[in-house]
Each structure stands twice: as C-alpha cells, then as structure tokens.
C-alpha cells in the first residue's frame, strides 16, 4: 500500500477543517496554538504513517497551504536490484 506525508503551511492556514474532514485516515487534526493570523491550523498527527498521500486534503484546501508527498513501495524485482548494488 502507498504510504505518504503532508506538510501544512501553517502560517496560510485558516483554519476552515475542511482537510480535517477529508481525511479518509483521519491524521488531520486543529492544532491548539495560534499562528500569526490567530487561526489555529491544520496539523499531521501520524505517527503509525497512516496517510496514503491520497491527497484530498489538499484538493479541498481553499488557500493551497498543503503539499502532498506519496511513497510507492519499492517492487520485490527492485529490492534485490538495490540489495546487489
């Protein structure tokens, strides 16, 4: 399975939890300090690595804060490649 991360620019987000709701692994969550605008925003909350990089929560972003990144797993072809390198 696909694993990813996001990262969340805090300083734009305004807190609308609209990613938070998104969120299919539910890894999203409002963070409790303030930024300089005095929103509480948006933060990754995984430490199991739930999220998939399935990136709906930066689809429904308004303000474009969230960058995805998607880690495909590395074929079992592609193990031994690296592994005799």
């Not at 308004?62 to 072809?77: L, M, N």
Request: charged share 25%.
């Amino acid at each position: 399975m696909a694993r990813g991360r996001i990262e969340i620019d805090t300083e734009r987000c305004k807190g609308c939890e609209l990613c938070q709701i998104a969120c299919p692994p539910h890894v999203i969550v409002m963070a409790d300090a303030l930024n300089k605008k005095g929103y509480r925003p948006a933060m990754l909350v995984d430490p199991d690595i739930d999220c998939t990089g399935c990136a709906l929560c930066a689809v429904v972003c308004p303000d474009a804060c969230i960058t995805v990144y998607r880690f495909r797993p590395v074929r079992k072809e592609a193990q031994h490649v690296l592994a005799t390198a």
